[in-house]
């Protein structure tokens, strides 16, 4: 794996420059029988192999994880705090649209002391979740979140073409990680019991940062259906859960399962795989696309309006799921510029349905980058992009069948093709 190092406050912060990087580990117990459990990062259904209990994972913001250390109760553990950003950035210009992945962990606290990233730490170390009965010192986050990832995009846009247009996160995965440290007349990594300091300063007082006791908690959210009681079914990281029982959906709202509407497409073939699609109506404000007409215009198409065009409603139709960049662009574009009009079923499909990874918030980011995505000429776009505004208005999943080739996933109605290893290594992401 390729590791790049940013200076400033990039220095030593590890940025992933592949495509797909490698997830977290993570040590836990089922919460209602007691046995061990390895989860990767993006987990959420959790399915007890010993008491057949399936349950969903909920957070109140994001998750904290902390890195294990051996025991020694002599030892006064300090538990020192790090931001982790993994998803997509895109920046769009007057050359096009520039993309990169990245995964980044750095200080949330100013401490020239400690370590400025956890380096690879959390890909290779099984962790853990941080709660509350979690033993030692907790110091508290100094440097929010939205600080640090704006600081670092704008050190990384440096390198983009200008004017910067517009920047969107897609795929965004937030998470603190907290990594255990100890003091004598040095400053020890717990984990090696190794000094990663020279002789203390005299001046240096732990004291003077504020300390953080978790009182953080997990929920555990059964997966049964809420209105049947039947069990909720999905892959393991899906963020929507379908109950076959009553034909419903499921998305997790706040501190619980909300019904989410939701179609498919019609198909009978044996070999088909469903991917979940964000089918997004939005208001315009600088721009006229309302309808399928307006869009031809817009996107400079070589066809000509036909009579009732102006009365098929124009939608943005987003990937649900995390791919690398430059395919969840393509993706979103060319499905956004067929506007698929058969006629939709509000079924769950019997056949096998990928994943929904890519939450709505996260799609309704990527509509101004897909318009800038098909808007034509290029010139426009300079004149009037930065004061083009998008309001999402209404969503729903739409599940769309591919047929599976032997090296990719085909979509022969609207010309999309998908490689079966690039959808394999985006679990990663």
């Not at 990087?21 to 007691?34: A, D, K, M």
């Not at 208001?283 to 000509?304: M, T």
Request: hydrophobic share 40%.
């Amino acid at each position: 794996m390729k590791i790049c190092l940013i200076p400033s406050i990039a220095t030593n912060v590890e940025i992933n420059c592949k495509e797909s990087t490698i997830n977290f580990l993570i040590e836990h117990q089922c919460p209602q029988c007691g046995a061990p459990a390895i989860l990767e990062e993006t987990d959420r259904l959790f399915a007890c192999q010993y008491c057949r209990v399936n349950s969903y994972l909920m957070t109140d913001d994001f998750f904290r994880y902390l890195l294990p250390h051996p025991p020694d109760e002599n030892k006064n553990i300090v538990y020192f705090p790090y931001w982790r950003f993994k998803g997509m950035l895109f920046f769009c210009g007057p050359s096009g649209i520039q993309n990169r992945f990245v995964d980044v962990s750095h200080q949330a606290i100013d401490a020239s002391i400690f370590p400025i990233s956890v380096g690879v730490r959390s890909q290779a170390m099984k962790l853990r979740f941080a709660t509350a009965e979690m033993v030692g010192r907790f110091l508290k986050p100094q440097q929010s979140f939205d600080k640090f990832l704006s600081t670092f995009q704008e050190r990384f846009g440096k390198s983009m073409p200008k004017p910067i247009l517009h920047q969107s996160n897609i795929g965004e995965t937030l998470s603190l990680i907290y990594s255990p440290f100890y003091l004598t007349d040095k400053l020890y990594d717990a984990i090696l019991n190794k000094p990663v300091s020279a002789k203390l300063p005299e001046n240096f007082n732990l004291d003077e940062f504020s300390g953080d006791r978790p009182h953080w908690h997990i929920r555990f959210v059964s997966a049964l259906c809420p209105n049947c009681g039947w069990n909720l079914e999905g892959e393991r990281d899906t963020l929507v859960l379908g109950c076959k029982n009553c034909n419903s959906a499921w998305y997790p709202v706040g501190k619980r399962l909300k019904q989410l509407k939701f179609a498919k497409f019609p198909n009978t073939g044996d070999r088909t795989i469903y991917l979940p699609f964000w089918r997004i109506k939005a208001e315009f404000s600088g721009i006229n696309l309302e309808s399928y007409a307006d869009l031809i215009a817009v996107a400079n198409l070589p066809r000509v309006v036909q009579n009732g065009w102006e009365d098929i409603p124009f939608r943005f139709w987003i990937p649900a799921f995390k791919v690398r960049p430059k395919v969840f662009l393509h993706l979103a574009t060319q499905t956004t510029l067929s506007q698929p009009r058969q006629k939709l079923v509000s079924e769950l499909p019997q056949a096998r349905i990928y994943a929904t990874t890519l939450p709505i918030n996260e799609a309704v980011e990527c509509l101004k980058l897909t318009l800038a995505g098909f808007m034509k000429p290029r010139k426009t776009i300079m004149e009037r992009f930065c004061d083009i505004k998008i309001d999402a208005k209404s969503f729903s999943l739409v599940f769309m069948p591919f047929n599976e080739g032997h090296h990719e996933f085909i979509q022969p109605d609207f010309q999309l093709t998908i490689n079966k290893n690039v959808l394999a290594l985006s679990k990663n992401l």
